[in-house]
T-cell receptor, first 115, second 114 residues
Framework: SQKIEQNSEALNIQEGKTATLTCNYTNYSPAYLQWYRQDPGRGPVFLLLIRENEKEKRKERLKVTFDTTLKQSLFHITASQPADSATYLCALPIPGYSSASKIIFGSGTRLSIRP | NAGVTQTPKFQVLKTGQSMTLQCAQDMNHEYMSWYRQDPGMGLRLIHYSVGAGITDQGEVPNGYNVSRSTTEDFPLRLLSAAPSQTSVYFC?????????????FGPGTRLTVL
């Protein structure tokens, strides 16, 4: 069965450094991958989507890479700030009903940025 | 637009009771889904729907039923609540699973089963 692993349960870094989070998946080749941010007590909020034919995607201080050979996506936050502290989740579509897909999530990485 | 709305925000049930968690979206989205999130864990897919009248099981469907009679509404029914169903439940919607875009999430329902 398909599996998603975010191999850092928690990550603590100093303000101003680059945070790098990892998402690995097995037994499947998704057409795209998504990253979400979740703050305590709130629902996830979409950040970025990267498709299988895209190596890299950027949005302000965020950068996502997608290596379909390694079956891995890296999520980078440059010039990190305490306000970036949150849980970050990766998600990808897996085969579901008919030709449609269903979206499953990894367990998330809790990022803490210390001043 | 209200986005994705969920009711109730909080609920306490006794073991064996049944209830329905409500979810509605006003964005004319085809794809809707229900997830549960347990402490310190990610989201696990319960059921999802790719359009009115079409639903399918997710990763953890046992003990839950869904129906999708309209585009806007996607209620989740707990048939006979169990303590293992204590969790935070999130409903989400997306324009179309065929044209992948972001999922919009509701604020969640915190359910405790005693």
């Amino acid at each position: 069965s398909q599996k998603i692993e975010q191999n850092s349960e928690a990550l603590n870094i100093q303000e101003g450094k680059t945070a790098t989070l990892t998402c690995n998946y097995t037994n499947y080749s998704p057409a795209y991958l998504q990253w979400y941010r979740q703050d305590p007590g709130r629902g996830p909020v979409f950040l970025l989507l990267i498709r299988e034919n895209e190596k890299e995607k950027r949005k302000e201080r965020l950068k996502v890479t997608f290596d379909t050979t390694l079956k891995q996506s890296l999520f980078h936050i440059t010039a990190s700030q305490p306000a970036d502290s949150a849980t970050y989740l990766c998600a990808l579509p897996i085969p579901g009903y008919s030709s449609a897909s269903k979206i499953i999530f990894g367990s998330g990485t809790r990022l803490s940025i210390r001043p | 637009n209200a986005g994705v709305t969920q009711t109730p925000k909080f609920q306490v049930l006794k073991t064996g009771q049944s209830m329905t968690l409500q979810c509605a979206q006003d964005m004319n989205h085809e794809y809707m889904s229900w997830y549960r999130q347990d402490p310190g864990m990610g989201l696990r897919l319960i059921h999802y729907s790719v359009g009115a009248g079409i639903t399918d099981q997710g990763e953890v469907p046992n003990g839950y039923n869904v129906s999708r009679s309209t585009t806007e509404d996607f209620p989740l029914r707990l048939l006979s609540a169990a303590p293992s169903q204590t969790s935070v439940y999130f409903c989400a919607s997306s324009y179309s699973i065929v044209d992948p875009r972001e999922q919009f999430f509701g604020p969640g329902t915190r359910l405790t089963v005693l």
